[in-house]
């Protein structure tokens, strides 16, 4: 039973982790698709590709969710869009590095309704803590380590 090969989806439009992505990818041979709802320059790359989709809500996010399968890594904040994934056998990733797990998301999922309830209420202002170098390290570590681990599985998956 041979698998399709790793694939990598970046949740595009606000990722600040792209060109470490391609990097990585080209490493190991991985195909990544860049989903945005406007243009985003890519690199001159078979192993690269980009889709652009409808402006609107989630809609990049259900295309990624179509289309990920079993072992494949999606880069994206949207936690809702980490759990479509993790639904689907894939593994999810933050740009600063933090994986999204089967034991994590619902934890996840339940202080993002919280945030968005003390926002609603003014009690909270402002937004995450600005992206910097240890983000971009922690991620390309993560990343490294996912595909590593899923290439292991899937050789002794072969035998």
Known sequence: MDRKPIEIFIDADACPVKDETYKVAQRYGLKTWVVSNAFIQIPQSPLVARVIVDAGPDVADDWIAKHVAPGDVTVTNDIPLAE???QAGGHALTPSGKPFTENSIGAAIA??????QLRSTGDIMGGPKPFDRNDRSRYLQ?????????RRKRALQRG
């Open 111 to 116: 202080q993002r309704a919280l945030m968005e």
């Open 84 to 86: 479509r994934v993790l």
């Open 142 to 150: 993560a990343l490294d380590e996912i595909i590593q681990k899923e």
